[in-house]
């Protein structure tokens, strides 16, 4: 099984220079790059302090040039709000100088302040998403590309550079709902899923998956299958429960600022089977507990789910550190 590191950015409460939260991701890429980790996945926000990275891309070139065998994710360019033809070139020159260690994955979106902020209309979004990704894969793989779409149109143009990988770096599509479950399957490609959706959830999805994938006549074994967790490592369970309890609430208080007040409503006035959002995070979400116990659970899920690719979020540092010095050696 694989594991990679799902990176935010988070600022929480702006404390301490921003500059720091760079510098300790970094860092942190750095001990993921000699420690056996597939691969940093690097999440893209923009207009809140939940992660401070407008641009993958560019965090991707610095990532690149501090590791040396590490792959470099992107989870995920949110390409509905690229020009696309913008999108392929920034992604093919990350895999040049990162020496082709990209693995591109690709999403919608989901927050109305981003697609207002840059003049998508909403209700676009999925087909300015799906647009660009059928434009990035030609531009990529096309000497020159011609394209006619609802919201495109380019006529000879020769993208440069190509990627280095050919004939272009693995794809994955970020796929929550069930209508991107199923349009990624239905064009065969692999998808990444998302660290929200309860144990439970993400079996019903994953298996849906399978079963969409095989009716359009696409294979299903031998596909990493990235499953994002949020994690939560201590010496204790009580301190494991501790720190996951906070993450939660981080998670739940992060979508408060007037730019997520519709995102709030959804969230967080939501229960779950009666229960409230950092309840139910903490009871069906988070992965969390000492090394060993998490380690089990992992087990549970590989053997419950189909789990060959655990992207964790670490919800505190000590669980980083434990992730890579007891957990990470386990599972390769």
Not at 84 to 96: C, G, K, N, Q, S
Not at 157 to 171: A, D, M, N
Not at 195 to 205: D, F, I, T, V, Y
Request: hydrophobic residues 40%; aromatic residues 8%; glycine residues 6%.
């Amino acid at each position: 099984m694989k594991l990679g590191v799902l990176q935010f950015f988070s600022w929480p409460g702006r404390h301490g220079p921003l500059e720091e939260v760079y510098a300790r991701a970094l860092e942190r890429i750095e001990i993921m790059d000699r420690t056996g980790f597939d691969a940093v996945w690097l999440a893209e926000h923009h207009f809140t302090t939940y992660s401070v990275c407008p641009s993958v891309h560019m965090v991707g070139v610095m990532a690149a040039a501090r590791t040396k065998r590490l792959r470099i994710g992107t989870a995920v360019s949110l390409a509905a709000l690229y020009h696309p033809l913008r999108l392929a070139e920034e992604v093919a020159l990350l895999d040049l100088l990162s020496g082709g260690r990209v693995n591109w994955g690709a999403g919608r979106g989901f927050a109305r302040s981003e697609f207002n902020a840059f003049g998508v209309p909403p209700e676009e979004s999925a087909d300015r998403f799906r647009e660009a990704v059928e434009i990035v894969l030609k531009a990529w793989t096309e000497e020159r590309l011609t394209y006619k779409g609802q919201h495109f149109a380019f006529d000879g143009i020769e993208l440069l550079p190509k990627p280095l990988q050919r004939p272009h770096p693995p794809v994955w599509m970020a796929a929550t709902s069930e209508p991107a479950i199923d349009w990624a399957a239905s064009r065969g490609f692999s998808i990444l899923m998302d660290p929200h959706s309860s144990m439970k959830e993400l079996g019903a999805k994953r298996r849906r998956y399978h079963d969409k994938l095989a009716a359009a006549g696409f294979e299903d074994s031998g596909r990493d299958i990235p499953m994002a967790r949020l994690l939560a490592l201590a010496s204790t369970q009580a301190d494991a429960e501790a720190i996951a309890r906070r993450g939660a609430q981080w998670l739940v208080d992060s979508y408060a600022g007037p730019q997520h007040a519709s995102q709030k409503t959804q969230h967080v006035q939501r229960t779950y089977d009666g229960k409230e959002p950092v309840q139910h995070y903490l009871d069906s979400v988070i992965l969390h507990g000492t090394p060993a116990s998490v380690v089990e659970q992992i087990a549970r899920l590989k053997e419950e789910i189909g789990l060959n690719y655990l992207m964790c979020a670490p919800l505190s540092r000590d669980t980083f550190k434990l992730l890579a010095d007891e957990v990470l050696p386990r599972l390769l």
